[in-house]
C-alpha cells in the first residue's frame, strides 16, 4: 500500500525558530512536493524536488528551503518561523515522467507560529 | 483572476440526490485536469482524471468543455460517505499541478 508519512500531525512553534517538517514516503517516486494548504487558497506549492540533491521553486517559495539528501525523504526548512507561515503543509510524491501522474500525499503537518 | 476557480459551497443534498459543482480555469493552454477528493481533516486524493470526451466511473460523471474553460463532476445517487471537499485540479506544460479552493459537498440523511 502507498505510503507517505509526514514527522509530525501537529507542531506548535515560536516566531523567529527555526522548523523542520520531515516526509518520507516508500513507494520509490522520484518526485516530491511540499504545499500549504489555507482555507480558501487551496494548495499552494512550496517546492517541488525531481530527484536527490534536486529541487525546484514552486509559487511560493519564500521565507522556505527544502532538502533531499535521499530519495525517499524530503524536508522542509522554516529559517525563521513567522506568523503567516502558520498553516497546513501537505507533502506528496509521484512517480517520475509526468509531473501530472497521480499525486499520493501525507497526512499533514498543522503548524502554528506564534 | 485565479487561475482555478471553485464555489466554495457547502452544497448541503439528500441522500439519493443528484449534485453537479462546475470549476473554471484562466490559462486556456491548460492540458490535463483531474478531480482529487479530500475528506474532513484527511489528505486529497485523486477521484478521477477529466478527459476530453468525458468520462464515467460509477456514480460519478466528469466532463470538459475547453471552450468555455470549465470542467465538471456530477454525482448521481448521493451517498453520505461523499461528504468531502472536491479539489478541481489542472495541469499546464512547463508548471506543476494547479489546485482550485475546493467545494464542500455535505449529503444529508
Known amino acids: 500500500d502507498v505510503k507517505v508519512t509526514q514527522s509530525s500531525r501537529y507542531l506548535v512553534k515560536r516566531t523567529g525558530e527555526k522548523v523542520f517538517l520531515e516526509c518520507v514516503q516508500d513507494m520509490d517516486h522520484e518526485n516530491m512536493f511540499w504545499y500549504r494548504q489555507d482555507p480558501g487558497l487551496g494548495l499552494r506549492l512550496i517546492y517541488f524536488?525531481?530527484?536527490?540533491?534536486?529541487?525546484e521553486k514552486g509559487d511560493i517559495p519564500e521565507g522556505y528551503s527544502v532538502s533531499r539528501e535521499k530519495k525517499e525523504r524530503f524536508s522542509l526548512i522554516l529559517e525563521s518561523a513567522s506568523t503567516n507561515q502558520t498553516s497546513m503543509y501537505l507533502c506528496a510524491s509521484s512517480q517520475s515522467g509526468r509531473p501530472y501522474n497521480e499525486q499520493f500525499f501525507g497526512p499533514g503537518t498543522r503548524l502554528t507560529v506564534l | 483572476r485565479k487561475e482555478v476557480e471553485q464555489d466554495p459551497g457547502p452544497f448541503n443534498v439528500p441522500e439519493g440526490a443528484t449534485v453537479a459543482f462546475n470549476c473554471t480555469y484562466s490559462n486556456s493552454a491548460s492540458q490535463s485536469f483531474f478531480w482529487y477528493r479530500q475528506d474532513c481533516r484527511k489528505e486529497p486524493k485523486l477521484l478521477m482524471s477529466v478527459y476530453s470526451s468525458g468520462n464515467e466511473d460509477g456514480r460519478f460523471t466528469a466532463q470538459l468543455n475547453r471552450a468555455s474553460q470549465y470542467i465538471s463532476l456530477l454525482i448521481r445517487d448521493s451517498k453520505l460517505s461523499d461528504s468531502a471537499t472536491y479539489l478541481c485540479v489542472l495541469y499546464n506544460a512547463g508548471n506543476m499541478l494547479t489546485f482550485g479552493g475546493g467545494t464542500r459537498l455535505m449529503v444529508k440523511p
Open positions: 524536488s525531481y530527484d536527490v540533491k534536486m529541487k
